[in-house]
């Protein structure tokens, strides 16, 4: 029969209110959500308790790190499933905490029932006195001076009186402040990461310095690069991504197409980091020096860009660390280095840091060290080269690390992994990610992804970055599909996603595979493995179409946003028909998914959405070709997508004569 | 950069392995989920880390209190989703605790290595030697006199002979069980309650013990009310609910047809607890002494039921503890007692405990006393009525007090409330719970609700007792319906959910309203108010139908199962069709929704659940009608179901010639 324990137990009587069903809460709080600058938070939770007694409930919140938490009265927004909702602003570019305290409301109740009594016309006179009762209980709990004054003025006053100023909004008001709270449930703290709007919206431009050039046979230097930004600043991108910029090791180097060995004057990958020029801290003296750097990156700043740096943790065997720290890496029983291998696969150009050393503690204040190198060159994201085969506990305390001084800086995660790895990278803090676009093609594949990313639990922590490229993936459909593919996709990618990007040479079609097209997603002669010169005026150019799709996002608020997606009908498998919401700003986009072949759909319009009548006028208006069609009516509209002409369309619809 | 705060966080590094996604696992470990003897539970995890080494994972579990857990090795259920499986079996009525742990598999990922290099047909004399000082590594560590035998082994063994040796079963199991587990990741600890089987599966008979007798005018004593028993037992019921025992007040008592005023000779509702004659301890003179319920439980129990009993936590104005503690009680500002009322109705013949009573303790313990007292006297159910009135901390106390020393003890919760607080109740501890059965008639909603209780979180906590009509609930369906009604129903509620009930009455069609039919869903002349004879061989009655069903769920496990449910095709919206599969027992089952009217539908058998070729030859053999049907052939299996006939089917098919 309990005893002691049974006393222990007993403790829980206080809390009256069930408190459940949070949203949003992530792995039972163990994750913080994500959100951005300017973003209002909803929070929902199933709230009840026993019998028919009134509950107060109120979401708090908190800049993280400060002790006075802010209120927000919940209301019930869906009284038969207990569901009460409320939310704030996120005003700031920092972490917030928030959670839920719900307490029996006795006034409350007590009013509900005198009203109740006084509307079927029943004398409440017991009431009365056990409404000033009450009065007095809280007075004295909250020493409370307008309490105080109000039991005086209820004791002399009549019937009449005492009711009207019983249940007063004044009086209401003060009793709810002066609550008892002692039986309140506090639910658990749970935290939300604000990031600058930067980390959900915009679109990057990947750009291999070593190619900006115009001298064959030698790289670009930072300052020959520079000449590059204004062309990809008008075409509407807001960040520059550069391959990583280190000196580059000699050890095993990279031939030509990835061959096993190099030429004498092959240049090597740029992920085979470090020489006895330096590691990961150092500029490869090609490029310049770290004062021509910061440069560059203040003209990306001047032409309203950003740089985005790639964070590769992984040396060449030339690399200081190796004889600076052997301690970092492993070696075999013979003496040698392990190099990287996937067996029966061998990687020697690159060896991996030994995450089980016993100095870890140090190696990892070293990568510490290296982001906040670069930060304090002007680098706000970085973009993390296979951050899945390092340790996830090491992320999640490098970008907590980071976060605390430079709650401003991006971590885009570029993983191709099981989605569980990825949608881990994304709870431990990484600020963006890479994602399976590149490989969905099909209309249902697209919709099944673009739902869970959009509408489900991972739309909570992970933010997604459409590439439509990169530099090591050429998909078949822009091998086979030519232009009308390059067009399609790039569409795609910008309005399915808030952020996305391309790697240069896009915008010239480049499309040629190493090797059979459809038997391998490399780039033939990559620059990755050699100088290359481009014409970026080359004929054929897209640049004009990229900079229009750009320029529409600019203009659309709803193309900024992730959350606000929702599908619509249009009968045919080749046709992908969705729109965006944001406020009164509704852009609806439909892609030709076959770039081989016109198709054509009658699209079913969202007319609720769009607040238009099923016999009402309205006028459409496509943001690419600028083409405005008034006079029509109804549901449906038909539309023909061309791989020519128009194989997607991005418009808007406004009933006839409004503006 | 951290400094001490660094350090503290960085303790996570040792956590290389992620376990997420943990099922099944309520409210994050707040609840236990329920189970019966002789489960198997299965538990899921999503389990993973980064970069590629091998991962061993296992599923712990004990006795609640035992401290030596017993470990279950898990398994890939699903690579691409990072899914691990594994399940344990729960052979006694008590509670266990379960978690999962995980860590690097270094043995196992050398040994991949090892396994796919000398595939690839290379050398592995350095991955020997690695080997070799692996197993020194862990001989060391774990002072493994094997392991230590087997290092000695292999320093003489040949290159061939060390491969034999480092890659056999003994050698990995071995290794396994030396693991190294100081950077485990540990799960927290979750709990499953199991209960005797009876609370998820039994007949019950609802029955009041004051109209089980002959003599008019004057209610049955349990010694009459045992001479009913064997033919309830041959109903094949497995409980017999009594409605509360206890003396009656006079005070307010509410005369027939709940008439504010009593006649002089009026018994009283029983659920006003409490006279002069004694409380909740009390038996009801009318009923006989404690000595005649001890014998009519006895009684039960050699009819091979049980007995449980009606608890309600109420008093009359009456009962004792109004006088002996005046203090559980509310008193008005006047002195007059606080009468349960739901404004502006008051209900003056009842008198609710003040559960906010600064003496809560001790009112809880006198009900956690009343409890165990019927205990004593052979009680192992308890009906609860309207437990969502009193405090859910309250209930998850006491019935965790009595689990303590009674875990064989079932509380069925009599709540018809909102969804979050019947399904509360269901977690913090009720071991059955009333439903919207009740009220649940058209096939669509039937199929929603039955999906959330089966399929849905519910089914990990809520076991269902489907009553088709209760003392107070007279559903209109019954009223209008009539015999094919209360066909249908009963054979809705025992075979859609193992534990249904009846109130006494139905066998013999008892369906007057008081008031206009449909208008109400309480009883003409209910026996709760007044004494009552009846009849219970009533021309007409379907004593036959109801024991032939129960004979049906006795020798069809399928039928005693809960989460085996599937609905399937029947093209008619008043033909409901679904099936329970357990081991080879499959049991089909189609209801016509509509009394009044024939209906047909072409089932959609699932013929690859029965193991059954689209060609091949089937024979039908229906339950309730014995007949059967030979020469059957293809998915579609037509029935008409006639509201004279045969209302409900319930049949099984076998392939002809199989037994």
């Given at each position: 029969m ?9 403790i829980k ?5 069930i408190?459940?069903?949070v ?7 163990r994750y913080?959500?994500?959100r951005?600058?300017g973003d209002r938070?909803?929070?929902g939770a199933?709230?009840f ?9 109120v979401?708090?919140h908190r800049?993280k ?6 209120e927000t009265?919940m209301e ?8 009460w909702?409320a939310?704030f602003d996120l005003?700031e570019?920092?972490s917030?905490?928030y959670?839920?305290e719900?307490?029996?409301?006795e ?10 009594k006084v509307e079927?016309?029943q004398?409440v006179?017991?009431?009365?006195t ?9 007075a ?5 001076s307008?309490?105080h004054?109000?039991?005086k003025?209820?004791?002399k ?6 009711l009207?100023?019983?249940r007063s909004d004044?009086?209401?008001e003060?009793?709810?402040?002066r609550a008892?709270?002692?039986?309140s449930?506090k639910y ?8 600058r709007v ?6 990057w431009?990947?750009?291999?310095h070593?190619s900006?050039?115009?001298?064959p ?8 690069a ?7 600043a008008?075409?509407?991108f ?8 280190h000196p580059?090791?000699?050890?095993n180097?990279k031939?030509?197409?990835?061959a ?11 992920y ?6 330096g590691?990961?801290?150092a500029?490869h ?7 021509d750097?910061?440069?560059f990156v203040?003209?990306?700043g001047?032409?309203?860009?950003e740089v985005a740096?790639?964070f590769?943790?992984?040396?060449s065997?030339?690399h200081?660390y ?5 301690e970092?890496f492993k070696f075999?029983?013979?003496?040698s280095?392990k190099?990287?291998?996937n067996p029966p696969k061998k990687y020697?150009?690159?060896?991996n840091v ?6 870890w ?8 060290d ?6 304090e060159q002007?680098?706000?994201?970085f973009?993390v080269?296979n951050p ?6 090491f992320?999640?305390?490098l970008i907590s690390?980071v976060r605390?001084?430079h ?7 570029e ?10 990278l994304?709870k ?5 990610s890479?994602?399976y676009?590149t490989?969905?093609n ?7 992804y673009l739902t869970?990313?959009?509408q489900e ?11 439509a ?6 998909p078949?459909?822009?091998q086979?599909?030519?232009?009308p593919a390059?067009?399609?996709?790039l569409a795609?990618?910008?309005?399915l996603s808030p952020t996305?990007?391309?790697y240069?040479g896009y915008e010239?079609?480049e499309n040629?595979?190493r090797?059979?097209p459809?038997?391998?997603v ?9 100088y290359?010169?481009r014409?970026?005026?080359k004929?054929?150019n897209i640049?004009?179409y990229?900079s229009?799709?750009n ?11 992730l ?8 009968p045919n498998d080749?046709?992908l028909?969705?729109s ?12 030709n998914?076959?770039p ?7 699209l ?10 099923e016999d009402?006028?309205?006028?459409v208006?496509e ?7 008034p006079g029509?009516?109804g549901?449906y509209?038909?539309v023909?997508l ?6 997607a369309?991005?418009f ?8």
């Open positions: 309990g005893g002691q324990d049974a006393g222990r137990r007993m009587k206080y809390e009256n209110v408190i459940e069903g949203e949003p809460e992530l792995d039972c709080g913080p959500i994500k951005e600058v938070l909803e929070v199933d709230i308790r026993d019998g028919h007694d009134v509950i107060a409930a979401v708090k800049e790190g400060k002790r006075k938490w802010i009265p019930v927004v869906n009284p038969g499933l207990d569901r909702g939310s005003p570019n920092t917030y905490e959670t839920i719900a307490w029996p409301d006034y409350g109740s007590w009013l509900r029932e005198v009203d109740k079927a016309g004398n006179e017991l009431e009365l056990e409404g000033r009762e009450l009065v007095e209980k809280f004295e709990r909250a020493s409370a307008e309490l004054e109000l039991s003025r209820l004791k006053a009549s019937y009449e009186e005492q009207s100023l019983l004044e009086t209401r003060l009793m709810y402040r008892d709270r002692s039986t449930t658990k703290t749970l935290e939300v990461t604000v990031d930067a980390a959900r919206y915009g679109a431009y990947e750009m291999f070593r900006q050039g115009t001298e046979g030698r790289g670009a230097t930072f300052r020959e520079e000449e590059r930004l204004p062309e990809i008008s075409l509407g807001d960040v520059i991504y550069l391959l990583p910029i580059i090791g000699t050890t180097r031939g030509r197409n990835n096993l060995t190099a030429g004498p004057d092959d240049p090597g990958s740029p085979g980091i470090g020489s006895e020029e590691g990961h801290k500029v003296p090609e490029l310049g020096t770290l004062e750097f910061r440069h203040q003209a990306c001047e032409n309203g860009m740096l790639d590769a943790i992984q040396c065997p030339d200081p190796i004889k600076e720290h052997p970092w075999r029983p013979d003496g280095i190099y990287a291998e020697q150009d690159i060896v030994d995450w089980e050393t016993e100095d503690e140090n190696l990892w204040r070293e990568w510490l290296v982001v906040l190198f670069w930060i002007g680098v706000k994201a973009r080269d899945h085969t390092k340790p996830f506990a992320w999640e305390w690390e605390e001084s709650p401003d800086v991006i971590f885009l995660a993983a191709f992994s099981r989605p569980r790895i990825m949608q881990g994304g431990i803090g990484f600020n963006q890479y994602t676009f490989w969905r099909e209309k249902q594949e697209l919709i099944e869970e990313l959009t639990e991972p739309s909570e922590y992970m933010r997604p970055n459409f590439f490229n990169t530099h090591d993936i050429l078949h459909i822009l086979f599909g030519g232009r390059f067009q399609m996709r795609l990618a910008a309005t996305y990007g391309i240069n010239l079609l040629t595979p090797g059979e459809g038997t391998t490399y780039y033939a002669d990559s620059e990755v493995y050699e290359k010169v014409d970026w005026n004929p054929g640049k004009d990229i229009r799709i320029a529409v996002r600019r203009e659309n608020p709803a193309l900024q946003e959350t606000n997606l929702t599908f619509h009908n249009a080749n046709v028909f969705y965006k919401t944001s406020g009164d700003n509704i852009v609806l986009v439909a892609v998914l076959d081989f072949a016109t198709h054509d759909a009658h079913e319009l969202p007319l609720e959405t769009l607040g238009i009548g009402e006028e309205y006028v208006e943001f690419i070709s600028g083409r405005v069609l029509r009516y549901r509209f038909w023909q061309t791989p020519k002409d128009n194989i369309e991005i808007r619809i406004r009933k006839a004569g409004a503006r």
